[in-house]
């Protein structure tokens, strides 16, 4: 399957928009994600191992947080796999 890179984090996978993996789920695409490029695991992962709160990942157009199986659904090679870290910020007055 094929990881879409943001912006932010592409200075840890060699600057590269997209990175293809291979794996079942979700869970094993991000794995072998880390493993290309263990830079990465810090970066949306904690240190027990769970995806942090504030990256989001879209399977195709589906939030991944919202489906049955969430981390464990199920992927094939044509699916992609979209990593966007939240935005936060606050109003000035």
């Known amino acids: 399957m094929t990881i879409n890179i943001p912006t932010p984090l592409r200075a840890y996978t060699d600057k590269k928009e997209s990175v293809s993996v291979e794996g079942t789920t979700v869970t094993e695409g991000l794995a072998a994600l880390v493993a290309a490029h263990p830079a990465m695991q810090q970066h949306l992962f904690t240190p027990e191992g769970k995806l942090r709160s504030f990256v989001n990942v879209y399977l195709n157009d589906d939030d991944v947080r919202y489906l049955p199986a ?24």
């Not at 992927?75 to 606050?90: K, M, N, Q, Y």
């Open 70 to 93: 969430k981390e464990e659904t199920a992927v094939s090679a044509s699916d992609e796999l979209t990593i966007i870290p939240s935005i936060a910020g606050g109003c000035c007055r």
